[in-house]
């Protein structure tokens, strides 16, 4: 099998992928705002992990709308983000916030629910300062990543026809 015929059908392949993850976009919306409406509910209100599923939902939502500006700019050339090097690095940095946000919720909330179960009447941290945790979290990741706004490398975009990985990349001014 010749190159031009496996990068044909790696490009074939390669689209497939992005327009059927796409699909998953809606569901991904309808399905977070669900998750923020259900935790916010009055019942849900009061207890502790639902803050961090609130927080989780919109960080999902972000993520959404990201890939949809990820598959415009692929698919359709719309590079609007990509025009000044300072919005796309500062986009690039949320994205990489976020992703550490959503794992650290996740085991924060996990750890919320063991201390809660495992000794009820003795931990009463988590049950009233959710909020507090997920701010500290948030500084957290937030001065974990500062360094990719002060020192992230412009990388041009290259051919990655043996990868199934999505780089994102900012182009220069």
């Known amino acids: 099998m010749n190159s031009s015929s496996s990068h044909a059908s790696f490009k074939q392949f390669e689209n497939i ?39 989780i939902s919109l960080i999902n939502l972000y993520i959404s709308l990201n890939w949809i500006r990820q598959f415009m700019s692929i698919h359709f050339d719309f590079k609007f983000f990509d025009k000044s090097t300072l919005i796309c690095k500062f986009g690039l940095y949320l994205i990489y916030v976020c992703n550490g946000m959503l794992a650290w919720n996740l085991v924060a909330a996990n750890i919320d629910r063991y201390l809660i ?21 948030s ?34 001014d």
Not at 117 to 131: E, G
Request: proline share 3%; with cysteine.
């Open 17 to 55: 992928f992005h327009y059927a993850s796409l699909s998953l976009v809606p569901i991904s919306f309808l399905s977070n705002l669900l998750m923020f409406k259900v935790f916010s509910s009055k019942n849900l209100r009061k207890l502790s992990i639902s803050t961090y599923f609130r927080v």
């Open 139 to 172: 500084f957290y990741n937030f001065a974990l990543y500062s360094f990719l706004l002060i020192d992230f490398r412009l990388i041009p975009s290259q051919n990655l026809s043996n990868s199934t990985l999505l780089i994102m990349t900012c182009s220069s």
């Open 117 to 137: 179960i495992a000794y009820p009447n003795r931990v009463h941290f988590f049950k009233k300062h959710s909020l507090l945790i997920v701010v500290v979290l």
